[in-house]
């Protein structure tokens, strides 16, 4: 008894042998689509051209819908094809279906439409200030309508915005990627230390070692900087800063100004050490090269507008 209650159980949810996967009982959107075209023009060749189809492509998903279903759909003829009365039914079934889906459709178009319409950036300040303007300006030529924010930054400032859904993409420069999030160099960068043309270091006649740079106080940015990260990591410890300043500019200002040495991205010195309003200082013994990244949260590659400024953006 148990046995025939087993059968029967499995025979009813699914007919005889059938998977109980409701994809493998119920047709796809392509035959349903065939099966109203038939209806509504009562020829399967017709229905084969409206949809784009050879018409013994459209005669063997017919085929192959019936065997699905187990019942007839489409009487053919020398004037045609008509549906049989099983064949009105689920023609009827199968609109409401495609209606649903194209309902589905539309707001799956709504969705990314919205999405298209903006794009928040967050960025640490390097990045932000000389790299991220070029990268803005060629995406508002592919993206005209799209809405950008921008949220300058440290790394770890960064980092926190994408966690907190606060961003779609990221950039920053430390040495390494900020835990729960993927990444793509993007760029290469170096730092450079710099001084006013009337500070000691621009006179000397040999390269700063390591120790030096290290054991002396310097213009800095804050900690959690991307400059500030690969400074600390390639000298193994820094002297308490002469100055801790949020921002590329402000240190820079503060260097220009006389008010001591600082290491800051050759990005952001260039203009400076053209016109001598500062001095690159060679090193001896350590090269403060690092890479710059795309940043987004553990996978979740980034879409839309986003995926189009990375791709704006590889090295």
Known sequence: MGR?????????????????SLAHRVPDLGAMELLLAVARLGSLGGAARELGITQPAASS????????LGVALVDRSPRGSRLTDAGVLVTDW??????AAEAFDAGAQALRDRRDSRLRVAASMTIA???LPGWLVALRTQLPDTAVSLLAGNSATVAARLLADEADLGFVEGVSVP??????????????????PGHPWARRRHPLAATELAATPLILREKGSGTRQVLDAA????ARPLM????????????VSGAG???????????????????????ADVTLARDLRAVWPTGHRPTGPARHLLSLTRV
């Open 61 to 68: 998903r017919v085929r192959s819908m019936e065997r699905q």
């Open 94 to 99: 199968a609109r409401r279906i495609v209606e």
């Open 4 to 20: 025939s209650m087993a059968e029967g159980e499995q025979t009813g949810r699914g007919g005889q042998g059938v998977p109980g």
């Open 129 to 131: 200030e000389y790299l």
């Open 179 to 196: 835990a729960g999030l993927d990444s793509a160099v993007i760029a290469h960068d170096r730092l450079v230390v710099v001084t006013a």
């Open 244 to 255: 801790e300043l949020s921002s590329t500019t402000a240190v820079k200002a503060a260097a």
């Open 235 to 238: 000298l193994g410890g820094l």
């Open 261 to 283: 040495p600082s290491v800051l991205s050759e990005l952001a010195v260039g203009e400076e050490l053209t016109n001598r309003r500062l001095v690159s200082v060679p090193l």
